[in-house]
T-cell receptor, first 115, second 115 residues
């Protein structure tokens, strides 16, 4: 994607363990999003950061999920006590323009498998 | 809540055949509409988008989509597909007046073009 990298690309973990997924966006982005895609389903919005505003956490599926952004750069998505239903591809996206309708550019994703 | 339906989950076409992928959304107000494509092994990328004006939108690689407000539809078309169009296609919507920063995606259509 246009200046979004994610790590790791693949993560296999055991049920009950915590995982941390990382998103490194290009500098100058105006907003950062996390989505997830479970097998056979569309992308689901998780959380959104813009500037110094409080993040929109309305998509987080449970309190086991949290995310933070360091300054206006790196973001981490943390899943505590992972469950098998958390298995999915987790995608980070950034927006470069100021308008909410400006294009979102996606990273390559992290494929999380919970055994 | 906004929802997006993509009716065809898997489509198989021969090269040079015409393509139309269906997309319907549920919200009746102002919407912004997108088609994203994910080629095998690549990032999700924008194919085309509609914000306002001419309801027939042209995108990259010969794709176009038509916004029909009365039908809540934004179908994707291409007159003559190529083998390289093999990919997964996602329709997505932003609802500007309803927490408009997040994309709501359909479940995707897997297109396979055979030689």
């Amino acid at each position: 994607g246009a200046g979004v990298s994610q790590s790791p690309s693949n993560k296999v973990t055991e049920k009950g363990k915590d995982v941390e997924l990382r998103c490194d966006p290009i500098s100058g982005h105006t907003a950062l999003y996390w989505y997830r895609q479970r097998l056979g389903q569309g992308l689901e919005f998780l959380i959104y950061f813009q500037g110094n505003s409080a993040p929109d956490k309305s998509g987080l599926p449970s309190d086991r999920f949290s995310a933070e952004r360091t300054g206006e750069s790196v973001s981490t998505l943390t899943i505590q006590r992972t469950q098998q239903e958390d298995s999915a591809v987790y995608l980070c996206a950034i927006r470069l323009g100021q308008r909410h309708t400006d294009t979102q550019y996606f990273g390559p994703g992290t494929r999380l498998t919970v055994l | 809540a906004q929802s997006v339906s993509q009716h065809n989950h898997h489509v198989i076409l021969s090269e040079a055949a015409s393509l139309e992928l269906g997309c319907n959304y549920s919200y009746g107000g102002t919407v912004n509409l997108f088609w994203y494509v994910q080629y095998p092994g690549q990032h999700l990328q924008l194919l085309l988008k509609y914000f306002s004006g001419d309801p027939l939108v042209k995108g990259i690689k010969g794709f176009e989509a038509e916004f029909i407000k009365s039908k809540f539809s934004f179908n994707l078309r291409k007159p003559s597909v190529q083998w390289s169009d093999t990919a997964e296609y996602f329709c997505a919507v932003i609802t500007p007046t309803g927490g408009g920063n997040k994309l709501t995606f359909g479940t995707g259509t897997q297109l396979k073009v055979e030689l």
